[in-house]
């Protein structure tokens, strides 16, 4: 069955780094658009970024755009967020979701599947 | 302050039927771009329940409902089920924040 498994999560400090994983499985990952998409406590979605199938185009939220870099390794079904210089407002559940169509990305793109999440806390 | 705007609560008894409204403008809804919605129970990740604005995934129950006019969009809920209270979502574009979007997300109860 198609599933995402989020991994990477942890308590950082206010300006240090990490990098989030998400490994896909039960579809051919190479063949569509993945995003991240971040939940604060008690709070709602934000889109955070996109990559499409074949990695050739990359948009961020004007939240996260200079700071946080989005990635696959098509040979590994594998998506990452490599996050740079943290905020404490960065503190949220991070989901990997699939776009909902195969091929390039649209605007009237879905998502379909979501990760289980995982969780990223920024604090000194 | 989310682009599109849902009713931060809503409630039914069992067996009603309750509708989230969604509202937008016209750089998202009103410029054509498609709505979807989503269900987040609690604790686990959203889940898609209407994509391209009225279409339902396989394994949807027939239940659920989208519908989209103007810069407006609504899901409907009948034969409400216990198990139908979670946190439902809007989502779509905005060509003018270039952003896909999303409703701060409404809290459904059941009486």
């Known amino acids: 069955q198609v599933q995402l498994v989020e991994s990477g999560g942890g308590v950082v400090q206010p300006g240090r780094s990490l990098r989030l994983s998400c490994a896909a499985s039960?579809?051919?990952?190479?063949?569509?658009?993945m995003h991240w998409v971040r939940q604060a406590p008690g709070k709602g979605l934000e889109w955070v970024a996109v990559?499409?199938?074949?990695?050739?185009?990359?948009y961020y939220a004007d939240s996260v755009k200079g700071r946080f870099t989005i990635s696959r390794d098509n040979s590994k079904n594998t998506l990452y967020l490599q996050m740079n210089s943290l905020r404490a407002e960065d503190t949220a559940v991070y989901y990997c979701?699939?776009?909902?169509?195969?091929?390039?990305?649209?605007?009237?793109?879905?998502?379909?599947?979501w990760g289980q999440g995982t969780l990223v806390t920024v604090s000194s | 302050q989310s682009v599109l705007t849902q009713p931060p609560s809503v409630s039914g008894a069992p067996g009603q039927r309750v509708t989230i409204s969604c509202t937008g403008s016209?750089?998202?809804?009103?410029?054509?771009?498609?709505v979807h919605w989503y269900q987040q129970l609690p604790g686990t990740a959203p889940k898609l329940l209407i994509y391209?604005?009225?279409n339902r995934p396989s394994g949807v129950p027939d239940r659920f409902s989208g519908s989209k006019s103007g810069t407006s969009a609504s899901l409907a809920i009948t034969g409400l089920q216990a198990e139908d209270e979670a946190d439902y979502y809007c989502?779509?574009?905005?060509?003018?924040?270039?952003?896909?979007?999303f409703g701060g997300g409404t809290k459904l109860t059941v009486l």
């Open positions: 979701a699939r776009d909902g169509v195969v091929g390039a990305t649209t605007r009237n793109n879905w998502f379909d599947p």
């Open positions: 039960g579809f051919t990952f190479s063949s569509y658009g």
């Open positions: 990559i499409w199938y074949d990695g050739s185009n990359k």
């Open positions: 016209s750089s998202n809804i009103g410029a054509g771009y498609d």
């Open positions: 391209g604005n009225n």
């Open positions: 989502q779509s574009y905005d060509s003018s924040l270039y952003v896909w979007v």
